[in-house]
């Protein structure tokens, strides 16, 4: 499975975008790529997925490289809840389904 | 209803006892996972069950024995845990295991947290 790397931390002010890049230069073709992120002390929660078009919910927007080397997880504004570790995955849709979490970034909302 | 709940919230163990986890979804999914996370560190996946049946073991010592008695339910149980056990151990579930394009995201519970003295 493709490895992810992202910035171990990163600061954001209160009500600004946040947006945490995430490296996956090895992604192939039929890797999706997640976003989660976990709140101290409580279990990973989802965010958004996107295969190769830009993605976008309730929570976050999610941009693919046309590439797909890379993307970006926007936070259009955020608050201090959003501070959180938040991890950037590439999965392969095939039966025997695996998340690999890496290390994730550390995002801290400043008031 | 999108939770999924853990039970016990915390467990202190003898490295003699035995004692077992709880996992319960009522979300109709038919994958379920145990994660084990230690301290500053990411999840690391343990074992996935698919249709009751166990899917993945990521060569987990047999201490810890997985169990899905139904599509609701996922136990682990616990025996002869050594320290090093001691982690927070995250139940997740989703509809079903990613095939071809499909793919499906998980939810996962608040997990328990086991210390083992």
């Known amino acids: 499975d493709a490895k992810t790397t992202q910035p171990p931390s990163m600061d954001c002010a209160e009500g600004r975008a946040a947006n945490l890049p995430c490296n996956h230069s090895?992604?192939?073709?039929?890797?999706?790529v997640y976003w989660y992120r976990q709140i101290h002390s409580q279990g990973p929660q989802y965010i958004i997925h996107g295969l190769k078009n830009n993605e976008t919910n309730e929570m976050a927007s999610l941009i693919i490289t046309e590439d797909r080397k890379s993307s970006t997880l926007i936070l259009p504004h955020a608050t201090l809840r959003d501070t959180a570790v938040y991890y950037c995955?590439?999965?392969?849709?095939?039966?025997?389904?695996?998340?690999?979490f890496g290390k994730g970034t550390r995002l801290h909302i400043l008031p | 209803d999108t939770e999924v709940t853990q039970t016990p919230k915390h467990l202190v163990m003898g490295m003699t006892n035995k004692k077992s986890l709880k996992c319960e979804q009522h979300m109709g999914h038919r994958a379920m996972y145990w994660y084990k996370q230690k301290a500053k560190k990411p999840p690391e996946l343990m074992f996935v069950y698919s249709y009751e049946k166990l899917s993945i073991n990521e060569s987990v010592p047999s201490r810890f024995s997985p169990e899905c008695p139904n599509s609701s339910l996922l136990n682990l149980h616990l025996h002869a845990l050594q320290p090093e056990d001691s982690a927070l151990y995250l139940c997740a579930s989703s509809q079903g295991l990613a095939q071809g394009k499909r793919s499906y995201e998980q939810y996962f519970g608040p997990g328990t947290r086991l210390t083992v003295t």
């Open positions: 090895t992604i192939s073709g039929n890797e999706y």
């Open positions: 995955i590439v999965r392969v849709a095939r039966g025997g389904d695996k998340i690999i």
